[in-house]
């Protein structure tokens, strides 16, 4: 009983990774890097990673939070001192031919030590002080983060502080003044912080016509890739958006447009009903937890999956701005992948630990 994990969780994550395979395989023979390979060794090392933390029992992933979140801190800053530069963000350390990305790796020590921090506190509400320790906990990897700068990484750190400010039961009030606050510093942001080539994303998205060939050209081919691959999709490796490589980043941040093109709607619908089924059983695992650190832990992992997910999506129909955030255990990326077959490992951790309990 006390080995026993969530075969649904696994059977979602596993599907989800063999489609990824599958479709890195085909996009191998277009855009060569050993794309297939690579990702079936991180692959691999994601699931012994998975099966051990989920072998880890709530006390320990206590006492992993502060060492964890420590590091994060040292990994992140050490990679603004001496990290390798792609595409203009300095966010990785290349470690032969392994490249760690550790703003993708810091999600976990910020997601342990906030719930280890909420697991100890008292009350029903937050306080003002703590809402302050709560932001500063997220914050300041946050700002790490944008400063390589991800803008699109950094932003998959609010989903965590929103689910624990959710959980910690923040006034109405304090989401209203909060909100108000988020437009003016957005307002702020588009005038002093934003390039011009973030401007032109968010309003190629009012505008799709705006600039078909610049800012505009990536949605526009995902749109056309989606759009071609009607109910069953032109076969694997066969789509002229993936083939003829209109279509960027087919194997990153669209790659779920290259899947589309390649599998049409009966692809599609496997791939999203597979990452509903992931997301109910994190939320089932957050309902069953066992102490305050595990309901923490496992929405804040939920919360950080399921904004993903719904980004990236958003981004490659063109109903959101392109913004760099990958689609978990789906694009290619071993940082990404190693992260977040850890982090479910954490969420079937907390849910044999219920069962234990019983």
């Known amino acids: 009983m006390e080995h026993r994990i969530d075969p649904w969780l696994i059977l979602a994550g596993v599907a989800i990774l063999g489609a990824s395979l599958v479709q890195l395989a085909a996009l191998d023979r277009t855009l060569g890097g050993h794309l297939f390979l690579r990702q079936l060794v991180w692959s691999v090392v994601g699931l012994v990673l998975l099966l051990v933390l989920s072998r880890f029992s709530g006390t320990i992933l206590q006492r992993l939070a502060i060492p964890a979140y420590g590091l994060s801190l040292v990994l992140l800053a050490g990679v603004l001192a001496a990290g390798q530069v792609r595409s203009g963000t300095r966010g990785w350390f290349a470690l032969g031919p392994v490249t760690l990305q550790p703003s993708e790796v810091s999600r976990l020590g910020v997601a342990l030590i906030v719930a280890l921090w909420f697991g100890r506190r008292s009350g029903r509400l937050l306080k003002l002080g703590e ?4 932001s500063i906990l997220v914050g300041l990897p946050f700002l790490l983060v944008l400063l390589e700068p991800d803008l699109g990484v950094a932003l998959t750190y609010f989903p965590m502080w929103a689910a624990a400010a959710w959980l910690g039961g923040l006034p109405p009030k304090v989401w209203t003044a909060l909100a108000l606050s988020a437009l003016v510093l957005a307002g702020g942001a588009w005038e002093l912080a934003l390039k011009d080539y973030q401007k032109e994303r968010v309003l190629t998205v009012l505008d799709p016509s705006r600039d078909p060939f610049g800012a505009g050209y990536q949605v526009r081919q995902s ?3 989606i759009g071609s691959g009607l109910l069953t999709g032109q076969g694997l490796g066969r789509g002229t958006q ?3 490589r209109y279509l960027p980043a087919q194997h990153t941040d ?23 089924l992931l997301l109910w059983r ?7 937890a066992p102490n305050r650190f595990g309901l923490a832990l496992t929405t804040m992992i939920g919360a950080w999956l399921a904004f993903q997910i719904v980004v990236n999506l958003g981004m490659v129909v063109g109903w959101l701005p392109t913004t ?10 071993g940082s990404s992948l190693a992260t ?5 490992g954490m969420v079937i951790a907390i849910g044999r630990e219920r069962l234990v309990n019983l």
């Open 131 to 134: 809402l302050a320790v709560l």
């Open 223 to 225: 749109k056309i890739a």
């Open 242 to 244: 993936s083939l003829l």
């Open 254 to 276: 669209f790659i779920f447009a290259s899947w589309a093109e390649a599998t049409g709607f009966l692809g599609v619908s496997f791939l999203i009903l597979a990452y509903a």
């Open 282 to 288: 994190i939320t089932l695992a957050a309902i069953r």
């Open 324 to 333: 760099g955030i990958t689609l978990p255990l789906f694009s290619y990326g």
């Open 340 to 344: 977040t077959c850890a982090a479910l």
